[in-house]
Structures are given as C-alpha cells and as structure tokens.
C-alpha cells in the first residue's frame, strides 16, 4: 500500500457505497442502547454493550467491508473488547482528555476574563468528543484485532 497513488475519486465513490448499510447498522445499534439506557443497573450495562456495538461498526464497514454480516462482527468485536479489557481505553482516555481541557478552561477564565478563552477551548474539546474519540475507537479496533497497521503504529 506504501506504493499506491491515492484515488479520492474513487475512495468518496465506495463511502457513498457503504454509505446506506453503515448508517443502518449504526441506528440498529442506537435505538437499543438509548432504550436500555432508561433501565436502572441491567439496562447500563446493554446499553454500554450496544454502544460498543455501536463504536466498532464504523471499523466494520471501513476496513473489513463486509456489510452483509456487520451487524454479528460488531457483537463478536465487543465481546473481544469485554474480554481483552480495551474497554478502559475507550472510556477513560477520552475522559481524561476532556477533563483536562475543562480544568485548563476553568484557569485560563479565572486569569483572562474574557470569552475568547472560552471559545479558544471549545476547539479542543470539539475535536476531543469527535475525532479524538474515533482514534481512540479505531486504534482499540486494529489492537484487538492484531491488524498489521497497528504493529507499523507501535514499532
């Protein structure tokens, strides 16, 4: 792949392919979540298995392109998440992020008081709850799943 050219015509042409399937797959997993998530105790626990479901279909569709049975290979990932105890990584590093950035706000108002501060953080925080979030949702993927792309990350 080192030696390939890059195709955009062609790469927006396969998103919009898989376009249709990936955003049904993503609501099959959102509706139940967001239902079990109203059942005290029971219900958090399926509603943080659906969202993890839920995280690993974007991997599903982008790397495997196997539509036609994403919806068991997400179960089959979040069980492996479950089991290798990833889970962390994708709870607590977007957290911890997120934490930060809030207390760096918080000491920043308190010295310059103006809203251009709070503005200035809002982008931090932005790129923390979406494409943050997905690095750390897709780096959780390629280690689980002992993807090549993962060892040329770590080496």
Avoid at 94 to 104: A, D, Y
Avoid at 127 to 154: C, H, M, Q, R
Wanted: with cysteine.
């Amino acid at each position: 792949m080192k030696n390939q050219t890059l195709q955009p015509l062609k790469a927006i042409g396969e998103t919009m392919r898989l376009l249709p399937r990936f955003t049904a797959t993503k609501l099959k997993l959102l509706l139940p979540a967001f239902l079990w998530g109203f059942i005290p105790i029971i219900g958090w626990y399926k509603d943080f298995t659906y969202r993890l479901e839920w995280a690993m279909a974007s991997n599903v569709h982008v790397f495997e392109r196997d539509a036609s049975s994403s919806r068991e290979r997400c179960k089959q990932l979040m069980n492996l998440i479950i089991r290798r105890k990833r889970t962390d990584a994708l709870m607590i590093i977007p957290i911890l992020f997120f934490s930060i950035v809030l207390v760096f706000i918080a000491v920043l108002l308190t010295f310059i008081h103006s809203s251009v501060v709070f503005w200035i953080g809002i982008i931090p925080l932005a790129w923390i709850v979406f494409p943050g979030s997905a690095i750390v949702n897709t780096l959780a993927y390629l280690s689980i799943t002992k993807n090549s792309a993962f060892e040329d990350l770590v080496d």
